[in-house]
């Protein structure tokens, strides 16, 4: 697969945008962090790197990169989205601490068989899915740590 700041930035010159250095900032620090970032975590990160690239652009680059493919809008019952990443065509599923909010991506062709299966059982064609599992993660456990906080309804 093309490097997703390239893919980016031929995206955007399809577009008619400009390729701004701030836009480029942003997209590199997002595909480095390899993380499931809020838009101000993200936006805390890029400051740092450069004072001044505004809130609203860290925004709309993120939007941006869900429109050219490039990235995920995720709700993992918190109100804030998270954006990960996509790098590549694999799919994976995602174990979420209620306590500390540890992300853990798993993948296995068990499950996704047996989705698939399942759908084919109700006469469905799968185009997507998602699995976001919440539960209390070892290091949570182990200290004691009982106020788990369960997911916001969907």
Known sequence: MQNPVDAFSEYIASNGLKNTPQRRL??????????????????NVVRAADKHIGQATVYRTLKLLCDAGLAKELHFGEATARY???????????????VCGKNVEVMDEEI???????AASYGFSLVSHRMILFGVCANCRSGGQDKARGPEPL
Do not use: A
Not at 84 to 98: R, Y
């Open 26 to 43: 942003i997209v590199e620090i997002f595909f480095e962090s390899g993380k499931h970032l809020s838009t101000e975590e993200l936006y």
């Open 84 to 98: 990960e990443p996509i790098e590549d065509d694999s799919h994976h599923d995602h174990l979420i601490c209620n």
């Open 112 to 118: 996704e068989r047996r989705q698939e299966e399942l």
